[in-house]
C-alpha cells in the first residue's frame, strides 16, 4: 500500500531529518513506528500522508505519488496528528458534516466508539477535555474505515483505563484491508497491539520485524546482576538483577519486550543491531 524508496528529508538541504529511507507498508498490519522525541516520526508521517515532500527519493500510496494529494487517495487515508484542533461543533456534527468526504465511514460505528470511549456525542467538543477531544477523534479516525489509518501519538492525553480501551478498539477496528500505522515515544502504549514494530533512529529505518518472527530469533529475559553470560546481547539493569536479550538458536518463541529491545536498539551498544542485520542476510537454505 505504502512504497518508499531513497528517501531523503530536510526541512534545509543541510540538515537531513530522514536520510535514504526504504519500506513497504502493506495492509492487514498494525505498524508501530518508534523512535525517541524528535528522531523524526512525525516527519515520517507527514511524508507518508502528503503532507511533506521528500528532496530526493519517492513515496507513494497505492501507487501515486503521496505528496499529489489525489482525492482518491485522500478519502482512503486519515491522519490524526499529535496536536489535535477540534471545531466548535458536536461530535454527532461532526459526523454529519465530515463523515461524507469518507465513503465508508460508519456513523453506528462512530458512536458506539464513543459510548465505549465514554465521550458524550451533544456536547461541543471545545468544551470537552484534551483527552476526550482526543478520544473523539480517535473514534472517528476509526469509523471512516480507510485504507491507510496513521496516528501520530494517538495517546497522549489519555489515562491508563482509555489507553486500554484504545488498544481494544484498534484491534478490532483492523481488517484485510486496513494498514494502520501508530506512531509514539511511550513504548508500552502498544504492547499487545502492533504485529509490526519499525524503530526510526538517527534517521533511518533501523528495525522492521513481524513481532512474532523476531521473538523466533531473539529471546527476552532475566539473568542476575554481574552475570549476564557471554551470549548476552544487551542488558539493562532492573529490580530482579538484569533484563538480557540473547540469541535465541532454538527458535522457541519468546514474547518480545518492546521497550528493552527499544533501548537496545537506539543506545550506544549496537550488537542487537549488529545481530539482526546479520540475521536478515543470511542465506535461505
Known amino acids: 500500500m505504502v512504497r518508499i524508496r531513497n528517501l531523503h528529508f530536510g526541512y ?63 478519502q482512503d487515508l486519515f491522519f490524526l496528528p499529535e496536536d489535535v484542533r477540534v471545531p466548535a ?5 461532526l459526523a454529519r458534516s465530515t ?9 453506528a460505528a462512530f458512536h458506539e466508539y464513543l459510548r465505549e470511549f465514554d465521550v458524550p456525542s451533544l456536547t461541543k ?24 489509518l496513521v496516528l501520530d501519538e ?8 482509555s489507553k486500554a480501551q484504545f488498544r481494544k478498539l484498534v484491534a478490532r477496528a483492523l481488517g484485510e484491508e486496513r ?3 501508530i506512531s509514539t515515544h511511550q513504548v508500552r502504549d502498544l504492547d499487545n497491539l502492533i504485529d509490526t514494530v519499525l524503530v526510526l533512529h538517527e534517521r533511518r529505518i533501523v ?3 513481524v513481532l512474532d518472527e523476531l521473538g523466533e530469533f531473539i529471546s527476552f529475559g532475566t539473568a542476575p546482576a554481574g552475570a549476564a553470560g557471554p551470549d548476552v546481547l544487551y542488558a539493562e539493569p532492573s529490580v530482579r538483577g538484569q533484563q538480557v536479550i540473547r540469541p535465541n538458536p532454538g527458535g522457541t518463541y519468546s514474547k518480545v519486550d518492546l521497550e528493552l529491545l527499544f533501548n537496545a536498539l537506539t543506545g550506544p551498544d549496537k550488537a542487537v543491531a549488529t545481530y539482526l542485520t546479520q540475521r536478515q542476510h543470511e542465506p535461505v537454505l
Not at 31 to 50: E, P, Q, R
Not at 99 to 107: A, L
Not at 125 to 148: E, H, M, P, W, Y
Open 154 to 161: 494517538p495517546t497522549n492525553g489519555l489515562d491508563i483505563p
Open 125 to 148: 467538543l471545545t468544551t470537552l477535555s484534551f483527552g476526550q477531544q482526543k478520544k473523539v477523534l480517535i473514534a472517528f479516525a476509526l469509523a471512516t474505515n480507510t485504507g491507510l
Open 89 to 93: 461543533v458536536t461530535a454527532t456534527q
Open 207 to 209: 528495525l522492521n520485524e
Open 12 to 74: 534545509s538541504r543541510r540538515v537531513l531529518q530522514l536520510e535514504n529511507l526504504t519500506l513497504d507498508l502493506v495492509r492487514g498490519r498494525i505498524y508501530g513506528l518508534l523512535g525517541k522525541n524528535g528522531a523524526g516520526k512525525s516527519t515520517l508521517l507527514k511524508n507518508l500522508v502528503g503532507l511533506a515532500f521528500p528532496l530526493s527519493g519517492t513515496c507513494e500510496v497505492d501507487g501515486h505519488a503521496a505528496a499529489l494529494r489525489r482525492p482518491d487517495t485522500l
Open 179 to 181: 494498514c494502520v500505522v
Open 99 to 107: 463523515g461524507g468526504f469518507y465513503p465508508r465511514f460508519d456513523e
